[in-house]
């Protein structure tokens, strides 16, 4: 089975030849199943390109399922929420007239705070329901009047069949809102930040490529959010006021994206063999799909390199990621030449301060700072 996959965006069916090498084989990093769990389904292969049509950046992922990242629903995934007030504040000037109830679609549990933020800005005046994946049969099929608002947090670019994409675009109606949050990839990518590398991230839209592709599906952009603190991410509320569904004329002949994929998967391999040439042995302690990242580029640079994965979420306990046992931090093994820390504060400073106990030529370090070459480490 071959990555092969129509682009969700322009529709396009060729799929570029990988650059030698670049296929990667993995099991999914947001599943957390165990080694009984484990089948076909759960493992990929993927690589890191462009469309050779409208030039996004996306992953080639021979899987089979619609939608990647977030598939295990246990897992929380700490998005930033400070400006969900200021979003609901944009939408008080297009709802302020308004006599009918609001429907408010979720997609995952991504959308959840923003969804109750929004709830609770306009419910003293309106009647708000929040309406989950389960129930959007229902509440599309309702011909009673209503205003819908479409959340789509971090969720378009986790999409891995263009149906999925589809049939959303086929359920927002004429007059209906839809709020969509997304990294700033290229903003990321000027940075020299590679954080963003992700196989079940499956697109990396620029925000005027998003612009563009939304104009041409008959959507106006009524406010744009943008961020740039620690974690670029962009906020574009729009509306739909025609319904082009010609699903596959999109060409984004003014947009030439820049291919910021596997030049930035080229210069993390090369910082990350520069960095740990000198280690076999690694311990990773709070995993989270940066630290598998920067796994798999451990076990592709060195094949014989020792991994072990260490966290606390029940969630995550002994869940297998290609073949290696994410156990609890009882059984961290100082031995480890290179300790590497998703986490701070006083719990992390405790465990390293046990690691040089017994082996005060351990290497350690934050795995934040891997993603930034200019970074320095901090102990
Ligand atoms: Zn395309």
Request: glycine residues 2%; contains cysteine; hydrophobic residues 40%.
């Amino acid at each position: 089975m071959q990555p092969s996959a129509s682009c969700i965006f322009c529709g396009c069916h060729s799929t570029p030849l990988p650059i030698a090498g670049s296929t990667i084989r993995s099991d999914f990093t947001s599943l957390f199943l165990s080694a009984q769990e484990i089948a076909w389904a759960s493992t990929h292969k993927f690589y890191f390109g462009q469309c050779p049509q409208c030039g996004v950046n996306r992953v080639f992922s021979s899987s089979h399922l619609p939608l990647l990242g977030s598939q295990n629903p246990s897992i929380t995934y700490k998005e930033p929420s400070h400006h969900h007030n200021t979003i609901a504040s944009k939408l008080q000037k297009y709802f302020h007239k308004v006599e009918y109830p609001i429907n408010i679609f979720m997609h995952s549990k991504k959308d959840e705070s923003l969804a109750h933020v929004i709830s609770s800005f306009f419910s003293s005046s309106l009647n708000i329901n929040i309406v989950h994946p389960n129930r959007f049969d229902e509440f599309i099929t309702d011909t009673s009047p209503s205003i819908n608002v479409w959340l789509l947090s971090r969720f378009i670019e986790h999409i891995n069949k263009k149906e999925l994409l589809d049939e959303l675009l086929i359920c927002i109606a004429i007059g209906d809102y839809v709020i969509i949050e997304m990294l700033d990839f290229y903003a990321l990518f000027c940075q020299l930040n590679t954080s963003f590398l992700w196989d079940e991230r499956t697109y990396y839209p620029t925000k005027k490529y998003l612009l563009e592709f939304l104009l041409s599906k008959g959507f106006e952009v009524l406010e744009t959010y943008i961020d740039s603190e620690s974690e670029p991410f962009f906020v574009l509320v729009v509306k739909r006021i025609s319904l082009n569904q010609s699903l596959s004329s999109f060409h984004s002949s003014n947009v030439l994206e820049k291919d910021i994929l596997s030049s930035s998967n080229s210069r993390l391999l090369d910082y990350c063999h520069q960095r740990f040439k000198m280690f076999r042995s690694f311990s990773f302690y709070g995993v989270n799909h940066k630290a598998f990242l920067i796994a798999s580029i451990l076990t592709r640079l060195y094949p014989d390199a020792e991994i072990k994965l260490f966290d606390s979420s029940s969630v995550k306990l002994n869940s297998v990621w290609n073949s290696i046992v994410i156990t609890d931090f009882s059984n961290v093994d100082p031995s480890s030449e290179c300790h590497i820390f998703a986490f701070d504060g006083e719990f992390s400073s405790k465990i390293k301060s046990s690691v040089l106990r017994s082996n005060p030529t351990a290497h350690i370090l934050s795995l934040a700072n891997l993603f930034h070459p200019l970074a320095h480490d901090h102990p």
